[in-house]
């Protein structure tokens, strides 16, 4: 078993910033690819970005590209999702997801799911 834990979520103006931290306990594996997912009021859950324990390769959707930065720190389990320039319309749940490969999270599916973090980005 893996579990995920997702912090830093909260009420931002338009413009600001904000950095989503997921940490893993239990079953982690160097083998893992972490990623983040977002679900907005009436709306279906959205892949945003995925990256491997095991290399530095980052993976985008069109969404997040060039506002979003995927990271990760092996040492400490964690993954962070730094968003900038938020937008109202970036206001969702935030979920972080485990899954044995950034091609599965690409695809929407995961093995493991954070509990979320809300993001509010006001206007």
């Known amino acids: 078993q893996v579990q995920l834990v997702e912090s830093g979520g909260g009420l931002v103006q338009a413009g600001g910033s904000l950095r989503l931290s997921c940490t893993a306990s239990?079953?982690?594996?160097?083998?893992?690819?972490m990623g983040w997912f977002r679900r907005a009021p009436g709306k279906e859950r959205e892949f945003l970005a995925a990256?491997?324990?095991?290399?530095?390769?980052?993976w985008y959707a069109d969404s997040a590209k060039g506002r979003f930065t995927i990271s990760r720190d092996n040492a400490k389990n964690t993954v962070y999702l730094q968003m900038n320039s938020l937008k109202p319309e970036d206001t969702a749940v935030y979920y972080c997801?485990?899954?044995?490969?950034?091609?599965?999270?690409?695809?929407?599916?995961?093995?493991?799911w954070g509990q979320g973090t809300q993001v509010t980005v006001s206007s």
């Open positions: 997801a485990g899954a044995t490969s950034v091609g599965t999270l690409k695809m929407g599916g995961a093995g493991y």
């Open positions: 239990g079953r982690t594996s160097s083998n893992y690819a």
């Open positions: 990256i491997s324990w095991s290399d530095d390769s980052p």
